[in-house]
């Protein structure tokens, strides 16, 4: 976790991982779970930085969780003249 943030906030290139394959493995996770998920990391990065680095932490965490629940639930319905 540590290199991907590090990655993910500073750049830096340490992460290497593949997080959607890892995440897709994970059968019991709902798209309800991201949402404590992001209230409990919200709470977190208010504790431990300002308001303006806790503001960028969930910025990002935001956009993840929102690209990660495209990869783990969006499924093409039916269209509408079937």
């Known amino acids: 976790m540590t290199d991907f943030w590090c990655s993910v906030i500073l750049k830096s290139g340490d992460y290497h991982g ?3 394959p890892a ?4 059968k019991d996770v709902t798209e309800a779970d991201f949402s404590i998920w992001l ?5 977190t990065a208010s504790e431990l930085f300002t308001p303006e680095i806790a503001a960028v932490f ?3 965490a935001e956009r993840i969780a929102a690209s990660l629940k ?3 639930f969006f499924r ?3 269209s509408a003249s079937d």
Do not use: N
């Open 18 to 20: 593949r997080p959607v």
């Open 23 to 26: 995440h897709l493995k994970l």
């Open 39 to 43: 209230a409990l990391f919200s709470k």
């Open 58 to 60: 969930v910025e990002r």
């Open 70 to 72: 495209l990869a783990m």
């Open 76 to 78: 093409l319905g039916s």
